[in-house]
């Protein structure tokens, strides 16, 4: 099975189904700036790149923001033990599927992933079947609910599990081998692993034949007999434009990588920093809404906390992640109170501003962008980008701060307007050093104040084409040149080398004003441990800066200092009035010794080299 970190090697601009090899907001010239930033450029995709980076048939999940996780089988409470008298209860309860793709839709959601056939509902199948094994209805609840998507726009897609151990949980055999032999002619053991990869491969077959409409496998993990048996291959021939996505592993021919339940976060809610997955990998966020209870409905009605999901949503969408939201439907298919009342919360909340969240990508990242994470006085957000406006960017306040000022990071764009979103208040900024300074915001939304932010130019920057780059170790495949040529397809890795050194020769003496760092958001931001695997950091931490005007010459360090561990750019502030060589030496980074996949490990997409900073304001009344 190829590992995770065999398709972490796979980065991009993608924009509207196109690639982009340099800044999204880097193509409108600056009249200000002797040296001007490179190019919008686009381009084709590269050879070589693992299958599951992109494809047109992904297109429908790329613009989308959020899927409905539907959890919902033979176990949900109260429990059933034959297919038959759970159908009856289903059909007597007044199951109806528009009920969910109205629900999913309240949710901002475009597809709804069904999950039946999963290992701790029972290995139940809501659709009729001719392969014995395990639980299947008469009724067709998988095709109604195809049908009734399809009616309004969503795609649905199925769960599909690859594991047999919990054949007998809750004290019931779930899975009949016996009855499954005698179809195949041979002795097959569903409680093994090749047994039951063996008759879930039939399943996959016969869905695929039975359900055109359908839009994918959302698949938990793999199975060494699909895999032997060519599995993926095979749906790709029949099915070419239908998705996979995978649970927790990277697999190359998957679509998506979804990252499953992240908690201990801080903020809580900010969940990408627990995912692993670097863009422009399609990647989705799986989490659940209610606070407590199992993934299926265990008969609770558990509290389902509005600023925590609120809080998630938006983060994900500030990091071009898809918030894939689960849920426990009852056994007739409506949603416990606490469910329902969040759906309903959520369907008057995304509206007015739903421009923010809608065609856009997250900022900070590969589109250029403000700088997320961590702001003054305690405010946290995350910045969006227009996909159809690039020079029109979102802040999303998720904390505010404990005053009426707000301070981001401007990262080069120059800022015309901001206008907050929900009042369609002008409000008064002031730019400089780096950074907007916004004030008189005097009412703070309790999930997520949205400021829209016009801008012009990105200033400031020397190209990257002029600078070269070069460093003291790097891993094969991974050179230094991949710091400065403006693409996030390439990126330098220091093949785990430490302390170690990149230099950047910017041609000539001119003045350097500031660092920015874009690392590779291929780690989480934290020491953590989660489905048995030790997690950390991959990011820098003590680092010096020299500098040279002959690249021999390098005196004592003009900078010591800590960088954060955080996602997105981060900033070294560095006012030097001239020199010709900068060299950034990471010393260490985050990773501890204990976290053998992280540590000593350190890679970095691009290093932009700034000479200037945006000046100006906008005193609005």
């Not at 409680?191 to 077959?205: A, C, H, K, P």
């Not at 416990?336 to 856009?360: G, H, K, M, V, W």
């Not at 050179?479 to 050194?501: E, H, K, Q, R």
Request: glycine share 10%.
């Amino acid at each position: 099975m190829t590992s995770r970190r065999d398709v972490l090697k796979a980065t991009g601009a993608l924009v509207g189904g196109t690639l982009l090899a340099g800044p999204l907001t880097a193509g409108r010239a600056s009249a200000a700036a002797p040296p001007a930033t490179a190019g919008d450029v686009r381009g084709t995709l590269p050879p070589g790149l693992p299958e599951g980076l992109y494809n047109r048939r992904q297109r429908w999940l790329r613009a989308s923001t959020a899927g409905l996780f539907l959890h919902w089988g033979m176990r949900t409470f109260p429990g059933y033990t034959d297919a038959a008298s759970w159908e009856a209860a289903i059909t007597s309860g007044g199951w109806d599927p528009d009920y969910w793709v109205d629900e999913a839709r309240k949710l901002h959601a475009s597809y709804v992933v069904l999950t039946s056939f999963h290992s701790r509902l029972g290995y139940s199948r809501a659709w009729p079947s001719q392969i014995p094994g395990s639980a299947s209805t008469q009724r067709d609840f998988l095709g109604e609910l195809i049908a009734a998507a399809k009616a309004k726009d969503l795609h649905v897609i199925l769960y599909m599990t690859d594991d047999p151990q919990w054949h007998a949980e809750g004290g019931h055999e779930q899975l009949d081998s016996a009855a499954y032999s005698a179809y195949k002619g041979k002795e097959v053991d569903l409680t093994t692993r090749l047994g039951f990869g063996e008759y879930s491969y039939d399943n996959f077959v016969e869905v695929m034949d039975n359900y055109p409409d359908l839009s994918g496998f959302w698949i938990d993990n793999d199975n060494e007999y699909w895999e032997q048996n060519g599995l993926y291959e095979l749906i790709r021939e029949r099915r070419p434009s239908w998705l996979l996505s995978n649970n927790n592993e990277d697999t190359p021919i998957m679509d998506t990588v979804s990252n499953e339940q992240k908690v201990g976060m801080v903020p809580a809610y900010d969940y990408p920093a627990a995912v692993w997955t670097p863009m422009p990998r399609l990647t989705e966020a799986c989490y659940k809404l209610p606070s407590k209870g199992q993934w299926w409905f265990d008969g609770s009605d558990s509290a389902v906390d509005h600023g925590l999901n609120v809080g998630r949503f938006i983060t994900n969408a500030g990091s071009s992640i898809k918030s894939l939201m689960a849920e426990t439907a009852q056994v007739n298919g409506r949603f416990p109170a606490n469910q329902e009342a969040f759906n309903n919360f959520l369907a008057d909340y995304l509206p007015p501003i739903r421009e923010s969240i809608d065609d856009t990508v997250g900022g900070g990242y590969m589109y250029g962008g403000l700088q997320p994470g961590a702001w003054n006085d305690g405010a946290y957000g995350v910045v969006t980008i227009s996909r159809s406006d690039p020079f029109r960017q979102y802040l999303h306040i998720t904390t505010p701060p404990t005053t009426d000022t707000l301070t981001v990071r401007d990262n080069g764009h120059r800022i015309v307007r901001i206008t907050d979103v929900r009042t369609g208040k002008r409000l008064s900024f002031e730019q400089r050093d780096g950074r907007i300074t916004i004030t008189g915001i005097t009412a703070w939304d309790p999930y997520d104040t949205v400021l829209r932010v016009n801008t012009a130019a990105r200033e400031g920057f020397y190209p990257q084409h002029r600078i070269t780059s070069t460093a003291s170790a790097a891993a094969a495949g991974h050179p230094a040149a991949g710091l400065t040529d403006d693409s996030f397809l390439t990126w330098w890795d220091s093949g785990a080398v430490l302390p170690v050194s990149i230099t950047l020769d910017l041609g000539e003496r001119v003045p350097v004003s500031f660092l920015a760092v874009n690392q590779r958001e291929w780690s989480p931001t934290y020491n953590r441990e989660t489905f048995g695997r030790l997690e950390d950091s991959a990011r820098i931490k003590d680092y010096e800066v020299h500098i040279s005007d002959d690249g021999a010459d390098w005196g004592s360090p003009v900078l010591t200092g800590v960088m954060e561990s955080a996602r997105g750019v981060r900033f070294i502030d560095l006012a030097i009035p001239r020199t010709r060589y900068v060299r950034l030496t990471v010393n260490s980074t985050w990773a501890a010794e204990t976290v053998p996949a992280f540590y000593r490990k350190l890679g970095i997409d691009e290093i932009r080299v700034g000479w200037r900073s945006p000046v100006g304001q906008d005193r609005a009344h």
